[in-house]
């Protein structure tokens, strides 16, 4: 089964969470699957969440950690440009208002 | 008279509301920040001289996983819970995603180095590396800068 089938088959609210897991789980064998279905069966969270993990490989937490640096910057620097933008338009206003506040003072 | 003093507020107001950055804190939690960020780039350099043990990375692992649940569940969008409630860092809805995210994230990598067959001693110094990165990004965001400033 490949991700679109997994996709197909699952309900409009839950395809999200296929593209976040399904690359995972279309990759765990069938003895994987059992063991994971029987911990969540029996309340072993923990477990079945471990099995999950050591199935994901370890390079996907590497590129992930990656991806979500790379996404800070991004954010980090559109922050910036807004506070320089909210600096100059500020500092602007102050200016035409100080002006209307010193004529109304007659200054 | 009355005009005078509108002016005056609105003055007032351009300079409180100009430059607010996205993310913001208060109180302790701003020289927690502060000082995570401090700590990780600390460990940054010292990890590309000397690696650590898997048992120090686990550790710091572990820890990272900590302070990013912290950051996550003291975040708010909501200005008035910031401001009046217990919630000690205000952010955008952007920086509320990526704090969520770094959250499970870094739960998911700490379980994972700690699970049997352990990653490699590699893997675990590039993955304190990066998280070390990332605090140091959420200390760039609430100082309001750039990458590179």
């Known amino acids: 089964m490949n991700l679109q089938e997994l996709k197909d088959k699952l309900p409009d609210a839950l395809k999200p969470l296929a593209d976040q ?3 995972t789980i279309i990759t765990m064998t069938t003895a ?3 063991s994971w279905l029987n911990y969540v069966f029996v309340g072993r969270y923990t477990e079945a969440y471990a099995l999950y993990l050591k199935a994901a490989g370890n390079e996907v937490y590497l590129s992930e950690w990656d991806q979500e640096y790379a996404k800070w910057q991004t954010d980090n620097q559109a922050n910036a440009d807004q506070i320089a933008m909210s600096n100059k338009i500020a500092l602007a206003l102050c200016q035409v208002m100080l002006g209307i506040i010193l004529a109304c003072v007659g200054l | 008279m009355k005009r005078l003093v509108l002016l005056a507020v609105m003055l007032l107001g351009c300079l409180v509301v100009g430059g607010c950055s996205g993310l913001q804190a208060r ?17 940054i350099l010292r990890i590309t001289e000397t690696p ?5 990375a686990v550790d710091y692992l572990n820890a990272n996983a900590a302070t990013f649940a912290e950051y996550a569940n003291a975040k708010t969008v909501n200005w008035f819970a910031y401001a009046f409630g217990d919630k000690t860092i205000f952010v955008t809805g ?6 969520d995210v770094a959250k499970v994230l870094s739960e998911e990598t700490a379980l994972r180095a700690s699970l049997d067959p352990q990653p490699t001693n590699d893997w675990m110094n590039a993955a304190v590396k990066k998280e070390c990165a990332v605090l140091v990004a959420i200390r760039d965001a ?3 800068k750039g990458p590179g400033q």
Request: aromatic residues 6%.
């Open chain 1, 21 to 23: 897991y399904g690359p």
């Open chain 2, 94 to 99: 952007e920086y509320a995603t990526r704090l």
């Open chain 1, 32 to 34: 994987e699957l059992q």
């Open chain 2, 27 to 43: 109180g302790p939690m701003v020289a927690k920040i502060d000082g995570n960020a401090k700590a990780a780039l600390s460990v």
């Open chain 2, 52 to 56: 650590m043990t898997d048992a120090e």
């Open chain 2, 142 to 144: 609430k100082d309001g």
